[in-house]
C-alpha cells in the first residue's frame, strides 16, 4: 500500500496496543515482526506519524556494511534531533546509542519519544554487538526515561524471537509488547481492496486470497478494471510479474542457506494432509542430521509458510507439518512446474484463465479453500455457535495395503465439551453443493469408519462448509445440521 495514504485497514487491535503504549507512563520496549510485504513498516510509520510525539526510524539493509548501517542511522540523529545537522560519524553502535541517548536528553519532557528500529536483524551484521549496545542503553539509560517507547522490528521472526523475544541475556524479559502481524484474513482483504477503490464481491475476493494469502503487498498490486482471474494472470503468469520473481527472494531474504528451506517446502507441499516430523527427516536424507533441520522447520513456523500439528486421534503420534501459505501453495503448484512455459508466453496470453474449470483446477481450488478456512476457524466456530472449548483438527484414515477396508478423510472437525463432535465438509464449487444419493452414501460411509477407529460414543452432527451453500434435497435435510457459507467467512 502507498505510504501516502495515511489509513490503517484491518489492524484494530495493533492499533489499540500502540495507542496503550503511546499513553502509558513508563518507557517501552515493543517487538514487531512478520513476513516480508505484511505491512510492519507501514503499520508503525502511518500511526505514530499521526501522534504527537516525536519519531525516529531508521532501517536496516540486507548485505550493507556495519560502517554503511552506523553512519545511516547518525545521518538521521542529526535529522530528526537536530535540524538536519551533519554529525560526527562514529565506529561503533555504542558510539551510535550514546549519541540518540544524548540527543533524547535534549528533548522537552513533556514530548514522547519513538524510536523505531526497522528491519533489526539486517542491521545486526556479523561481530556488530547490536544486541550487546542495546542490552546495556536499554537497561543503563532507556528504561528510566518515562517517555521512551522503543520499537523494533523484523521480516525474520525466528531471529526477533530468538535473540530478543526469548534473549537470555540482559534483555531477558524485558519486552513489554510483542505484535506479530499476520496477512489480513478474507475481511481484510476486501476492506484492503474496497478503500484501493476495488469492489470486488466475495467471491473475486476469495479467488485473489487463495493466491496471494492476503498480503497487504500482493494486494496493492491488484488492478481495478480486472477480474480476479484477470488480475492473476497479470501477478503471477508474466516472466517479469511482481508474484513470479518474488518466491526465491522472499526466501533468500529471510534464510540462510534458503535453497534448503525450499527443498523444505516442497516436501511437505507434497503431502496435503501433512507429514511427520519423522516421515520428512527421511525424505530429506542426509541434509536433516542432527537438529539442524528442527530447527528449520521452526524458522519457517515462524515465517509463516508452515504450521506444525499433532492430528486427531492418529496412531502415528508426533508433530506433522503442513503448508499454511496460500502463496508459496500456489506457486509451487502452478508456477514452478511451469516456468519454461510461462517465460516463452506472450503477454497477451490469458494463461490462469484458459485454466479455470479444468480438472486441475478443481482439485487445487479444494484444496486451496480448505487451506482458507483453517484460516478462519474463528468464523467458522461462530457460525455454528460452537464453544472455544472445542477441540479442531482433522482426520483421515489409511487402511494397509492387504486390509480390505475403506479409508475415510474428514476435513475439518470440533470435538466439543458438550459431548458432540461436529465434522465438516469442505466445499468450493461455483454453485450451491448438491447432495444426492451416492454423495449421502459416502457421507454415512465416512462418518461410520470415523467413530469405529477412534471409538467414540459421543454425537456426531455433520456441518458443511460450502462457498456458495447447499441446495436443499431430502438427503442434506436428513444429514446436514449446520451449513457455513462464504458469507460467514467474511464476517468479523
Known amino acids: 500500500m502507498e505510504e501516502k495514504a495515511l489509513k490503517i485497514i484491518a489492524r484494530k487491535a495493533e492499533q489499540e496496543i500502540l495507542h496503550d503504549v503511546l499513553l502509558t507512563k513508563k518507557a517501552e520496549f515493543v517487538a514487531v515482526y512478520g513476513r516480508r510485504r505484511v505491512g510492519k513498516t507501514y503499520l508503525i510509520k502511518t500511526f505514530f506519524r499521526q501522534k504527537k510525539c516525536l519519531f525516529f526510524h531508521v532501517t536496516g539493509s540486507n548485505n550493507d556494511s556495519l560502517l554503511t548501517q552506523i553512519n545511516r542511522f547518525i545521518t538521521e540523529i542529526g535529522n530528526v534531533f537536530y535540524d538536519k545537522s551533519e554529525l560526527k560519524s562514529q565506529g ?29 536483524p539486517w542491521m545486526a551484521t556479523r561481530r556488530s554487538r547490536l544486541i550487546q549496545a542495546i542490552d546495556y542503553y536499554w537497561n543503563r539509560y532507556w528504561v528510566d526515561d ?134 520428512l527427516l527421511r525424505e530429506f536424507g542426509k541434509k536433516s542430521r542432527g537438529g539442524s533441520m528442527v530447527n528449520r522447520l521452526k524458522d519457517l513456523e515462524d515465517a509463516g509458510f508452515i504450521v506444525s500439528f499433532i492430528p486427531y486421534k492418529h496412531k502415528q503420534k508426533g508433530i506433522h507439518y503442513r503448508i499454511f501459505d496460500e502463496y508459496t501453495l500456489y506457486y509451487l503448484r502452478w508456477i514452478e512446474p511451469s516456468l519454461t512455459t510461462i517465460r516463452k508466453l506472450d503477454k497477451s496470453e490469458s494463461y490462469w484463465e484458459s485454466k479455470i474449470d ?3 483446477w478443481r482439485t487445487w481450488s479444494g484444496y486451496a479453500f480448505e487451506s482458507v478456512c483453517y484460516k478462519h476457524i474463528a468464523e467458522i466456530r461462530k457460525a455454528l455457535k460452537i464453544n472455544v472449548g472445542a477441540d479442531v483438527g482433522n482426520w483421515y484414515y489409511t487402511p494397509k495395503i492387504r486390509e480390505k477396508e475403506d479409508g475415510a478423510q474428514i476435513d475439518l472437525l470440533f470435538d466439543r465439551p458438550d459431548g458432540v463432535v461436529t465434522v465438516c465438509e469442505i466445499k468450493y464449487t461455483n454453485q450451491p453443493f448438491v447432495i444426492d444419493k451416492k454423495y449421502a452414501k459416502t457421507l454415512l460411509k465416512k462418518v461410520e469408519i470415523f467413530k469405529k477407529k477412534i471409538k467414540t460414543t459421543k454425537q456426531i452432527f455433520i456441518a458443511m462448509v460450502s462457498v456458495n451453500g447447499l441446495k436443499p434435497t431430502m438427503y442434506s435435510e436428513e444429514l446436514i445440521s449446520n451449513v457455513v457459507t462464504l458469507d460467514d467467512l467474511f464476517r468479523q
Open 146 to 279: 518515562r517517555r521512551l517507547k522503543l520499537i523494533i522490528c523484523g521480516s525474520s521472526a525466528s531471529w526477533i524471537i530468538k535473540n530478543i523475544v526469548n534473549n537470555k541475556g540482559g534483555l531477558h524479559n524485558r519486552i513489554t509488547r510483542l505484535i506479530e502481524l499476520t496477512p489480513f484474513n478474507l475481511s481484510g482483504a476486501k476492506e484492503f481492496l474496497n478503500y484501493k477503490g476495488i469492489k470486488f464481491n466475495e467471491d473475486q475476493v476469495l479467488q485473489l486470497y487463495m493466491t496471494t494469502g492476503g498480503v497487504p503487498h500482493y494486494l496493492d498490486h491488484v488492478k481495478k478494471g480486472f477480474s480476479a482471474a484477470q488480475n492473476i494472470d497479470m501477478l503471477f503468469f508474466k516472466k517479469d510479474s511482481l508474484l513470479f520473481k518474488e518466491f526465491k527472494n522472499l526466501f533468500s531474504s529471510l534464510f540462510d542457506d534458503s535453497d534448503i528451506y525450499i527443498d523444505l517446502v516442497r516436501i511437505i507441499a507434497k503431502y496435503h494432509y501433512g507429514i511427520s516430523q519423522a516421515n
Open 358 to 360: 479444468s480438472a486441475s
Open 92 to 120: 561503533t553502535w555504542e558510539g551510535a546509542f550514546n549519541a540518540i541517548t544524548k540527543a533524547i536528553e535534549l528533548v522537552p519532557k513533556n514530548k514522547k519519544v519513538v524510536l523505531f528500529f526497522d528491519e533489526l
